[in-house]
């Protein structure tokens, strides 16, 4: 049904291209239908029209290897990423477990580790992003611990801090003004060699097996950094920046590592990464939060200590080594997941998918979890076309306007500004969507998506297709099936366009459920038209 308001404008909106993808104020035409009004007024139409929208079930299957894992480009490739960890469960999508598959390398190639080398201890540091300016800092604590054989006597700070919500998503809190809830964190050796240039060690549904349990923590949403100064001299024995430490088995690292020294396992990455086949981040948990780290903050530290003969006196000095974690240096890394949609809202859904006529309630998850399809009816690009040649009225405005569900999703998770994307596609002849680039507004200056009323129920949000309908309905283009997928397109650092292929769909942990094509609701999937006729 169509719904007609007469307007006049006056002042025009242009958006505008770059890492801005929102606008708070909701403006009547954009600047595409300018022209309209530069040399007299003009009357602007405002009308809606009904659209095909339908569930995509991604089958809990995406791509989720390094290059995927990208949160932000330079100029020389992939300058920071993320990784998810957690569990999440709720009734429309059910549980959401994640864990996190990386190979390791050593620092440095063939590194000798001295005469008897003994491992002290091995601690795996985890960075979360934390909340700076909220440092808690505790009493100065003296003791004396054990540095290579002598006995010490130290003062140690401790700092704590809180994490970041903002890459957080789920139950963070056990109830209403409640305590952080808690994420119980294992890390095992994994027994599979993770070849990166095989298909099936890039996708989040990956299997390895793994071995050695290697340490676990429990983490309760806090970070500490800490110091450790010599009584003595006031020197700094040890110093850590703020993370999550996870101590592991010395033992196996004794065996896996300092046994090895000079042999062949230890001598090249090839051989390493064949011998020590990486490391599976994991949770026990099977509700809770899911929650973003960066891997380049990741760090494996052993220490150890080795025989040194100083003029016939016999010490046991202590030395570090590091492990490389990080993606730079060409680490097989993999996001992978694993759901349980039983009993849920989205299991009865993607049974019963209606690509002719779209769906009444529409899914939309990150991380292999569904998408949306959207499209014009062809009757209405026919109807269009007709009111441009014949009435001569151009389209100003157009933008596809999506609602939550507020009878399924009225919920307090985390609704960002500028969690949904679009893209056109096509279907090929397996019926897959596949697409070939940005939609034209997007390559051609506009803003993409606005989003309203994220802090209620229901919200809703508009995409920008003012250029896309245009080429369709006065133009030549052929009509477009638009995909809408969780997450946001990755930016370089000059704040420009990564590319299409390059968004956070691989880690993004938001979802929704949206209210599609139900002619009964009046918060259905619309296209919104703005066009205007010269007086």
């Given at each position: 049904?169509?719904?007609?308001?007469?307007?006049?404008?006056?002042?025009?909106?242009?958006?505008?291209?770059?890492?801005?993808?929102?606008?708070?104020?909701?403006?009547?035409?954009?600047?595409?239908?300018?022209?309209?009004?530069?040399?007299?007024?003009?009357?602007?139409?405002?009308?809606?029209?009904?659209?095909?929208?339908?569930?995509?079930?991604?089958?809990?299957?995406?791509?989720?290897?390094?290059?995927?894992?990208?949160?932000?480009?330079?100029t020389s490739g992939i300058?920071?990423?993320?990784?998810?960890?957690?569990?999440?469960?709720?009734g429309q999508f059910g549980m959401q477990k994640a864990s996190y598959l990386t190979q390791l390398r050593m620092s440095t190639d063939n590194f000798s580790f001295g005469t008897t080398p003994k491992v002290d201890s091995v601690v795996l540091v985890l960075r979360p992003d934390v909340v700076a300016d909220s440092v808690t800092t505790l009493p100065l604590k003296d003791e004396s611990i054990l540095v290579g054989t002598e006995t010490v006597p130290v003062s140690t700070e401790i700092k704590t801090y809180p994490t970041s919500f903002e890459y957080k998503y789920g139950k963070t809190k056990l109830g209403p003004g409640g305590t952080h809830?808690?994420?119980?964190?294992?890390?095992?050796?994994?027994?599979?060699?993770?070849?990166?240039?095989?298909?099936?060690?890039?996708?989040?549904?990956?299997?390895?097996?793994?071995?050695?349990?290697?340490?676990?923590?429990?983490?309760?949403?806090?970070?500490?950094?800490?110091?450790?100064?010599?009584?003595?001299?006031?020197?700094?024995?040890?110093?850590?920046?703020?993370?999550i430490r996870i101590r592991l088995d010395k033992d196996f690292f004794q065996t896996k590592i300092l046994d090895k020294n000079g042999k062949p396992e230890l001598?090249?990455?090839?051989?390493?990464?064949?011998?020590f086949k990486g490391i599976k981040l994991s949770v026990t948990d099977t509700d809770g939060y899911l929650l973003q780290i960066s891997p380049e903050s990741m760090e494996m530290i052993m220490y150890y200590t080795n025989e040194k003969n100083d003029n016939?006196?016999?010490t046991r000095p202590q030395s570090t080594f590091k492990f490389l974690l990080t993606g730079g240096v060409g680490n097989a890394r993999i996001g992978q997941y694993e759901y349980d949609r039983t009993g849920s809202a989205w299991a009865a859904a993607r049974s019963s998918i209606n690509e002719v006529d779209g769906d009444a309630k529409l899914y939309a998850q990150g991380m292999g979890g569904p998408s949306i399809a959207v499209k014009i009816p062809d009757a209405t690009i026919a109807s269009l076309k007709a009111?441009?040649?014949?009435?001569?009225?151009?389209?100003?405005?157009?933008?596809?306007?999506?609602?939550?569900?507020?009878?399924?999703?009225?919920?307090?998770?985390?609704?960002?500004?500028?969690?949904?994307?679009?893209?056109?596609?096509?279907?090929?002849?397996?019926?897959?969507?596949?697409?070939?680039?940005?939609?034209?507004?997007?390559t051609s200056g506009f803003g993409m998506i606005k989003s309203y009323d994220l802090d209620k129920n229901p919200s809703y949000y508009d995409f920008v297709v003012t250029k896309t309908v245009k080429d369709i309905v006065e133009g030549s283009e052929t009509n477009k099936i638009l995909l809408v997928n969780i997450g946001k397109f990755?930016?370089?650092?000059?704040?420009?366009?990564?590319?299409?292929?390059?968004?956070?769909?691989a880690f993004a942990t938001e979802r929704g459920v949206y209210v599609g094509s139900d002619k009964t609701n009046a918060n259905r999937i619309q296209l919104k038209i703005t066009y205007g006729t010269k007086k």
């Open positions: 049904m169509t719904h007609t308001v007469k307007r006049t404008f006056a002042i025009l909106f242009m958006a505008v291209f770059g890492s801005a993808f929102l606008y708070n104020c909701e403006p009547e035409a954009d600047s595409l239908g300018e022209q309209l009004f530069i040399d007299g007024a003009a009357e602007g139409n405002v009308s809606s029209y009904d659209l095909i929208a339908y569930n995509i079930d991604n089958h809990d299957s995406i791509r989720s290897d390094a290059s995927r894992l990208v949160q932000q480009i330079n300058s920071s990423s993320r990784f998810v960890l957690g569990a999440f469960s709720e809830t808690l994420m119980h964190i294992n890390v095992d050796e994994i027994t599979t060699f993770l070849d990166g240039n095989d298909v099936a060690f890039k996708r989040s549904n990956v299997v390895v097996g793994t071995g050695a349990a290697l340490g676990s923590t429990v983490f309760n949403g806090t970070v500490t950094a800490k110091t450790i100064t010599k009584k003595s001299d006031n020197s700094a024995l040890f110093t850590s920046d703020a993370g001598m090249d990455a090839a051989n390493f990464t064949r011998y016939g006196t016999i009111s441009y040649e014949k009435d001569k009225n151009a389209i100003m405005s157009a933008k596809i306007r999506i609602y939550t569900d507020a009878a399924t999703w009225s919920n307090n998770y985390k609704r960002t500004i500028d969690n949904l994307m679009i893209l056109p596609v096509v279907k090929d002849a397996n019926g897959l969507l596949t697409s070939s680039g940005f939609l034209s507004d997007l990755v930016l370089t650092t000059s704040s420009s366009l990564g590319g299409y292929k390059f968004t956070t769909r």
